[in-house]
């Protein structure tokens, strides 16, 4: 997976899983830290990779950042068959 300098959040009641920040352009570590406020300010908990931290101590799994990421990816929306058929007519293509 790739780490594009994200924060990872958990809420250690509901277990949700939140991200913050990633990507590099002006402003990014503003945004990160009003992010990370925010959450914080709502219950959640600023938590490290499973893979990384401690023991015992609250973390974030591969399998939950992969969720969390895919949620964000909005899906285009599906055509119905109709318009996919070309209907009768002529146009500029047909006639070159």
């Known amino acids: 997976m ?8 958990k809420h250690l009641g509901t ?5 913050c920040g990633g990507g590099v352009y ?5 945004r ?5 406020k925010t959450l914080i300010g709502v219950g959640y908990t600023e938590v490290e990779k499973c893979k990384a931290a401690a023991a015992g101590s ?8 992969n969720a969390q990421t895919l949620s ?3 899906m285009p929306t ?5 318009s996919c058929i070309r209907r009768g007519g002529s146009s500029d293509r047909d006639a070159a």
Do not use: L
């Not at 002006?26 to 503003?30: D, F, K, M, R």
């Not at 990160?32 to 990370?36: E, I």
């Open 72 to 74: 964000k990816v909005k």
């Open 2 to 9: 790739f780490d594009s300098g994200s924060v990872w959040y």
């Open 78 to 82: 599906r055509r119905t068959s109709s």
């Open 26 to 30: 002006p402003g990014v570590q503003i």
């Open 32 to 36: 990160r830290r009003a992010c990370g």
């Open 58 to 65: 609250a973390c974030v799994t591969d399998d939950e950042m």
């Open 15 to 19: 277990g949700e899983v939140k991200e």
